[in-house]
């Protein structure tokens, strides 16, 4: 599978953005998702990850209601939705994907990944 994220930007804080990343190939139903973030000088940690029903999902605490991940299984992409937007969200936003995820937050077990998408907070 292929991933395309897109929707980043510049907000300011308190603000919300929304982003998708959109994927080809088949089968994108059976695919857990992820979402990930790099800050710059930082490691890339993890966000929010949904299942391939979308019946189960589990957020970072640093993202804990503020963020909503969701998945429309019919167009293909997953969304992540960011709300009270801090500058500490700063970051390369990435979106993940794999056909077996035994632990969602852990960068490791996802193979497939999108190019990332530049969300910039400013204070």
């Known amino acids: 599978v292929q991933l395309q994220a897109s929707g980043g930007g510049l907000v300011q804080a308190g603000g919300s953005l929304r982003l998708s990343c959109a994927a080809s190939?088949?089968?994108?139903?059976?695919?857990?998702l992820g979402w990930f973030r790099q800050a710059p000088g930082k490691e890339r940690e993890f966000v929010a990850a949904?299942?391939?029903?979308?019946?189960?999902?589990s957020y970072a605490d640093s993202v804990k209601g503020r963020f909503t991940i969701s998945r429309d299984n019919a167009k293909n992409t997953v969304y992540l939705q960011m709300n009270s937007l801090k500058p500490e969200d700063t970051a390369v936003y990435y979106c993940?994907?794999?056909?077996?995820?035994?632990?969602?937050?852990?960068?490791?077990?996802?193979?497939?990944w999108g190019q990332g998408t530049q969300v910039t907070v400013s204070s």
């Open positions: 993940a994907a794999e056909t077996l995820v035994a632990r969602p937050g852990a960068i490791e077990d996802y193979d497939y």
């Open positions: 190939g088949r089968a994108f139903s059976r695919y857990a």
């Open positions: 949904i299942s391939w029903s979308g019946g189960s999902t």
